[in-house]
T-cell receptor, first 112, second 116 residues
Framework: GAVVSQHPSWVICKSGTSVKIECRSL??????MFWYRQFPKQSLMLMAT?????????EQGVEKDKFLINHASLTLSTLTVTSAHPEDSSFYIC????????FGPGTRLTVT | AQKITQTQPGMFVQEKEAVTLDCTYD???????LFWYKQPSSGEMIFLIY??????QNATEGRYSLNFQKARKSANLVISASQLGDSAMYFC?????????????FGQGTILTVHP
């Protein structure tokens, strides 16, 4: 099946710094990538949808200036959490889609 | 707007027994897809089974089957012969059509615990 990777798998950063999470489709070209956020024992909440070469579409309530999404190629999308705060600590999951949707393994972000 | 509801925060089942995880949905799209995912403690999302809104038969994948009742807008997951490795969080999700195509809306999840 299709493989999606995320890097890093976990990251700890200090409050006020920025952190970048990469999502790659390893064996297929993803026209669309999705970014989700999940708090412990809760559901996945869609943050934004990104299409290669165009601006991401953010869900209501998601700060686009705080969560910068870039989809520079058909195999790579990045999520940058800018000026991270402890409340941004969460599990971030990407998925990549050519027609079906394939999930990455997730990135656990802890902001101290 | 699409909505997925999972009303069972937690379920317990004895090993080798069958268990049903409930899922109801609401959508105005005539065409939609319903998914079940398993999320173990590692966090990865494991695809289990898919049912299309126009599929006449209930989907089955090994020990997983989807009890699709379109009129009731329900898509319950049945796991037969539970195994200890089935202990995980399970999510029901829906993919709609139109402008929402591709987006998945997830339910709240059900934590399944399999007892030996």
């Amino acid at each position: 099946g299709a493989v999606v990777s995320q890097h890093p798998s976990w990251v700890i950063c200090k409050s006020g710094t920025s952190v970048k999470i990469e999502c790659r489709s390893l064996d297929f070209q993803a026209t669309t990538m999705f970014w989700y956020r999940q708090f412990p024992k809760q559901s996945l909440m869609l943050m934004a949808t990104s299409n290669e070469g165009s601006k991401a579409t953010y869900e209501q309530g998601v700060e686009k200036d705080k969560f910068l999404i870039n989809h520079a190629s058909l195999t790579l999308s990045t999520l940058t959490v800018t000026s991270a705060h402890p409340e941004d600590s969460s599990f971030y999951i990407c998925s990549a889609s050519d027609h079906e949707q394939y999930f990455g393994p997730g990135t656990r972000l802890t902001v101290t | 707007a699409q909505k997925i509801t999972q009303t069972q925060p937690g379920m317990f089942v004895q090993e080798k027994e069958a268990v049903t995880l409930d899922c109801t949905y609401d959508t105005s799209d005539p065409s939609y897809g319903l998914f079940w995912y398993k999320q173990p403690s590692s966090g990865e999302m494991i695809f289990l089974i898919y049912q299309g809104s126009y599929d006449q038969q209930n989907a089955t994948e090994g020990r997983y089957s989807l009890n699709f009742q379109k009129a009731r807008k329900s898509a319950n997951l049945v796991i037969s012969a539970s195994q200890l490795g089935d202990s995980a969080m399970y999510f029901c999700a829906m993919r709609g059509g139109g402008t929402s195509y591709g987006k998945l809306t997830f339910g709240q999840g059900t934590i399944l615990t399999v007892h030996p």
